[in-house]
């Protein structure tokens, strides 16, 4: 993906921070179809096989989209951050598919760590 975010994550917690609100399922939805030419195109790749790389560039977009689209939301919703983060696809007709990214939007705080206690002075010589 061309875009990340340091305060998102697939896990439940984020190591450093400490959750102070949530605001709840934040989403991108991107319904995306593949062209006639870009079928042709896959066609010919599928045809010697390996990577189809038409697919492959049409699928890492469609998920980088819904990803800024939840980022976005998560934004207006006042999170700082989106944890659980999933992405799941559905084929909605023939060469029609949705991509779904989500997650929980939340606000986070750096953890303050405990002051250290000072040095002990070494024997005096």
Do not use: W
């Not at 993906?1 to 917690?13: D, I, K, N």
């Not at 102070?20 to 896959?42: D, P």
């Not at 989500?102 to 750096?110: F, I, K, N, R």
């Amino acid at each position: 993906m061309s875009f990340t975010h340091p305060l998102t994550t697939t896990a439940f917690e984020l190591p450093g921070y400490r959750i102070v609100r949530s605001f709840g399922v934040a989403r991108g939805i991107v319904v995306r179809s593949r062209s006639a030419i870009g079928n042709m195109g896959a066609s010919i790749q599928a045809f010697f096989g390996g990577n189809i790389t038409l697919y492959t560039s049409l699928c890492e977009q469609a998920r980088d989209d819904a990803f800024r689209q939840m980022l976005g939301q998560a934004g207006q919703m006042g999170a700082n951050a989106v944890i659980g983060v999933r992405y799941d696809a559905t084929e909605i007709g023939a060469g029609i598919t949705e991509v779904l990214c989500y997650g929980t939007a939340v606000q986070v705080e750096t953890e303050q760590k405990p002051a250290s206690p000072p040095p002990t002075p070494g024997p005096v010589i």
